[in-house]
Antibody
Framework: QVTLRESGPALVKPTQTLTLTCTFSGFSLSTSGMCVSWIRQPPGKALEWLALIDWDDDKYYSTSLKTRLTISKDTSKNQVVLTMTNMDPVDTATYYC??????????????WGQGTLVTVSS | SYVLTQPPSVSVAPGKTARITCGGNNIGSKSVHWYQQKPGQAPVLVVYDDSDRPSGIPERFSGSNSGNTATLTISRVEAGDEADYYCQVWDSSSDHPYWVFGGGTKLTVL
């Protein structure tokens, strides 16, 4: 049974750095072809892909946010961590982590966490 | 960057067929995936690779993709299908790959 769960602060202040952790079970990020992404959704708005890390530790970032994002993994702990620097109120959103299975050569997301709402406010 | 365009809303009566479009430049050359999102819930994959369904998704959900438009078709619409629907592609045309979502379509069941 595949599950993912996001954790992190519900509230951060402007200019602070956000650190989110995705803890997953039911699969291994050391399996060839496996990937985990971070995706966010501002209230009432569309989904936005942020970053992806694959089994080989390759990392890909949204072009518009690349300078602020870092994604990493701890395979032994079954965790993927996202840091986002210089937070702003426009970064207020629900942040999801999601899995891309090895068979998804073209990159769909088959399992999602429940999401964690992050509010940026002083 | 690659842009996916969806109509903001689609309305359909119960039992009828809903069609939600996703426009993109030569999208027919890409694989399109569709997600359903109900209020307060995480998205759920309903169609992948243009027209395949994950296990557990009813056959009423189908997809097609050609030219500049991909379409999610929901047959015999039920009240429980009311949700936001998002299309998504993986774009590898630039220096690095990235994943793109459409703006979403709110499906209202009348």
């Amino acid at each position: 049974q595949v599950t993912l769960r996001e954790s992190g602060p519900a509230l951060v202040k402007p200019t602070q750095t956000l650190t989110l952790t995705c803890t997953f079970s039911g699969f291994s990020l050391s399996t060839s072809g496996m990937c985990v992404s971070w995706i966010r959704q501002p209230p009432g708005k569309a989904l936005e892909w942020l970053a992806l890390i694959d089994w080989d530790d390759d990392k890909y970032y949204s072009t518009s946010l690349k300078t602020r994002l870092t994604i990493s993994k701890d395979t032994s702990k079954n965790q993927v961590v996202l840091t986002m620097t210089n937070m702003d109120p426009v970064d207020t959103a629900t942040y999801y982590c999601a899995r891309t299975p090895p068979v998804a050569g073209t990159g769909w997301f088959d399992y999602w966490g429940q999401g964690t709402l992050v509010t940026v406010s002083s | 960057s690659y842009v996916l365009t969806q109509p903001p809303s689609v309305s359909v009566a119960p039992g009828k067929t809903a069609r939600i479009t996703c426009g993109g430049n030569n999208i027919g050359s890409k694989s399109v995936h569709w997600y359903q999102q109900k209020p307060g819930q995480a998205p759920v994959l309903v169609v992948y690779d243009d027209s395949d369904r994950p296990s557990g998704i009813p056959e009423r959900f189908s997809g097609s993709n050609s030219g500049n438009t991909a379409t999610l078709t929901i047959s015999r619409v039920e009240a429980g299908d009311e949700a936001d629907y998002y299309c998504q592609v993986w774009d590898s045309s630039s220096d690095h790959p990235y994943w793109v979502f459409g703006g979403g379509t709110k499906l209202t069941v009348l």
